[in-house]
């Protein structure tokens, strides 16, 4: 039984493949490469604490995991820090996104044990540390004084490779004139990255640069215009 190109567009459903930090390379370019390049070599055997700014979308998250897959440090989100337990963390390398979010207390608390032998602390966020709406004096001095790494927002080979790494998550494979086409159109982050793929796997067509332009154009405002 034979079935038609059209029924088979049809019946394709959006599978997705998850891609976690180790196994999607992360693609070292000019928006990133002084902070990837920083990281290869911190932590020193002194510890201590950094930062990695960027804006959102900018791929600190992931250059972060990539970090602390490396070193083996323990992760965590925000707020759910505050539930460790104080033993584990001594002496361990720990991974803290969305840093800004976290109580006073908890965050003095993480710097100090990241001075301890052994110990390193790994703050994510947007807004550089100076920029956080701390109380404490204390820690607003200890957050000045940390290294800083920055990443700016994704330029065009990241934005490629993004691309790249969406489409193959749901088994598309567009032509690479496609893929600079919408480099040139698509918000620079990975939100606009994911969008735009989002909505092209829903058409259950073939991604061409017509598809992409007509896509685009039906979104009005949400991405850059031609």
Same mark, same amino acid.
């Given at each position: 039984?034979?079935?038609?190109?059209?029924?088979?567009?049809?019946?394709?459903?959006?599978?997705?493949?998850?891609?976690?930090?180790?196994?999607?390379?992360?693609?070292?370019?000019?928006? =990133?490469?002084?902070? !990837?390049?920083?990281? @290869? /070599?911190?932590?020193?055997?002194?510890?201590?604490?950094?930062?990695?700014?960027?804006?959102?979308?900018?791929?600190?998250?992931?250059?972060?995991?990539?970090?602390?897959?490396?070193?083996?440090?323990?992760?965590? !989100?925000?707020?759910?820090?505050?539930?460790?337990?104080?033993?584990?963390?001594?002496?361990?390398?720990?991974?803290?996104?969305?840093?800004?979010?976290?109580?006073?207390?908890?965050?003095? !608390?993480?710097?100090?044990?990241?001075?301890?032998?052994?110990?390193?602390?790994?703050?994510?966020?947007?807004?550089?540390?100076? @920029?956080?709406?701390?109380?404490?004096?204390?820690?607003?001095?200890?957050? =000045?004084?940390?290294?800083?790494?920055?990443?700016?927002?994704?330029?065009?080979?990241?934005?490629?490779?993004?691309? /790249?790494?969406?489409?193959?998550?749901?088994?598309? @494979?567009?032509?690479?004139?496609? %893929?600079?086409?919408?480099?040139? /159109?698509?918000?620079?982050?990975?939100?606009?990255?994911? /969008? %735009?793929?989002?909505?092209?796997?829903?058409? !259950?067509?073939?991604?061409?640069?017509?598809?992409?332009?007509?896509?685009?154009?039906?979104?009005?405002?949400?991405?850059?215009?031609?």
């Amino acid at each position: 039984m034979t079935v038609s190109s059209d029924r088979a567009a049809q019946m394709r459903l959006p599978l997705r493949r998850g891609l976690s930090g180790s196994e999607e390379a992360f693609v070292v370019s000019a928006c =990133n490469a002084s902070a !990837h390049e920083a990281l @290869q /070599r911190w932590p020193t055997a002194l510890g201590g604490a950094a930062a990695l700014c960027g804006p959102a979308g900018s791929g600190k998250s992931h250059l972060a995991r990539v970090w602390g897959e490396r070193v083996g440090a323990l992760p965590f !989100h925000g707020m759910e820090v505050a539930l460790a337990d104080p033993l584990e963390l001594e002496g361990r390398a720990v991974l803290l996104d969305a840093a800004e979010t976290v109580d006073d207390e908890p965050l003095f !608390h993480l710097l100090n044990l990241a001075q301890a032998p052994g110990g390193a602390l790994l703050l994510v966020s947007r807004d550089v540390p100076g @920029q956080w709406p701390v109380a404490l004096p204390d820690l607003k001095s200890r957050l =000045n004084g940390v290294l800083m790494l920055t990443v700016k927002a994704p330029d065009d080979p990241v934005m490629a490779a993004m691309l /790249r790494a969406r489409f193959a998550e749901r088994s598309l @494979q567009p032509a690479e004139d496609v %893929i600079a086409y919408l480099v040139r /159109r698509v918000d620079r982050s990975a939100e606009g990255v994911e /969008r %735009i793929v989002d909505l092209l796997d829903q058409t !259950h067509a073939p991604v061409t640069r017509v598809l992409a332009r007509k896509v685009l154009d039906e979104s009005g405002d949400l991405f850059a215009p031609e």
